[in-house]
């Protein structure tokens, strides 16, 4: 199923969304997911609406967002990195989360912020020491997109990683979350500033995959449900500057996109 979280009258709300003839239709309500406060169902009568005429928010409410540092070899390699011997881990801060069309602020103190265009799972079921057999696969809601915005100065001054990825704005996510796609078959990702191609990635060259990130995260750390894993970003990070435009596509979840402001 693929489904999006969207502005009404009534609030924000969970809908299906399907594709008709071409066209993204948001086609039913859903009842709200355990980790999100702020939606009451609405009652109401629902008229199906296109998805690119309703004002989308992140499809997700995380009580974390754990990412996973240079999980690509290319990209380890531009920055003068290393690839890990095991996932390296950070937490981004859940309200630096926003949604598809708001618009990313460049802090004032920091003089280069980067795109990190990125795969993201949403876990839907509690998952807690996951064992070295066990299939992932249940306990994974589906999958979107992540731009993990980073003030890369501040990222190697700071020496650690909280304020570089955590300024408000910095976590744009969606436009929709689908378990319709199989990231181990390879899904493609393309990030484009201000239309020009800048990353060009595929699952297939994630270092660790989901499986092993999964085992890695919740031996340390219980993941609940609207938890975000962030798998990492491939090579061709650049920085972004007020006025810019920044989209990540990702084959089967769309496009999000998000304007650059000072
Ligand atoms: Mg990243």
Redesign the pocket.
């Known amino acids: 199923m693929k489904y999006c979280r969207f502005q009404t009258s009534n609030g924000p709300q969970y809908g299906e969304v399907v594709d008709r003839a071409g066209v993204s239709w948001i086609e039913r309500l859903l009842p709200p997911f355990p980790e999100d406060p702020w939606v009451k169902l609405s009652a109401d009568a629902f008229q199906p609406v296109p998805v690119a005429s309703a004002r989308l928010l992140a499809p997700v409410v995380p009580s974390k967002i754990v ?1 996973i ?1 240079r999980n690509y070899r290319e990209h380890a390699a531009e920055l003068g990195n290393e690839v890990p011997k095991e996932p390296l881990l950070f937490l981004k801060a859940p309200s630096s989360v926003i949604g598809p069309g708001d618009a990313i602020r460049i802090p004032a103190i920091s003089q280069r912020v980067d795109f ?1 265009g ?1 795969l993201a799972v949403v876990i839907g079921e509690r998952i807690s020491r996951l064992g070295p057999d066990e299939d992932p696969l249940p306990y994974i809601r589906g999958y979107t997109i992540v731009n ?1 915005v ?1 003030a890369r100065d501040l990222q190697k001054s700071d020496g650690q990683w909280s304020r570089a990825k955590g300024f408000d704005t910095f976590c744009p996510m969606g436009p929709i979350v689908t378990d319709e796609i199989d990231p181990a078959a390879g899904i493609g990702l393309e990030t484009r500033l201000n239309g020009v191609a800048k990353q060009q990635g595929t699952t297939r060259d994630l270092i660790f995959d989901i499986g092993a990130l999964l085992r890695h995260i919740t031996a340390a750390m219980t993941l609940l449900p609207g938890d975000v894993i ?1 798998t ?2 491939p090579a061709g990070v650049a920085p972004m500057k007020a006025g810019d435009v920044v989209e990540v596509s990702i084959e089967g979840i769309g496009a999000l996109t998000n304007p650059i402001v000072a």
């Open positions: 990412c540092g990190e990125e993990d980073t962030p990492g970003t």
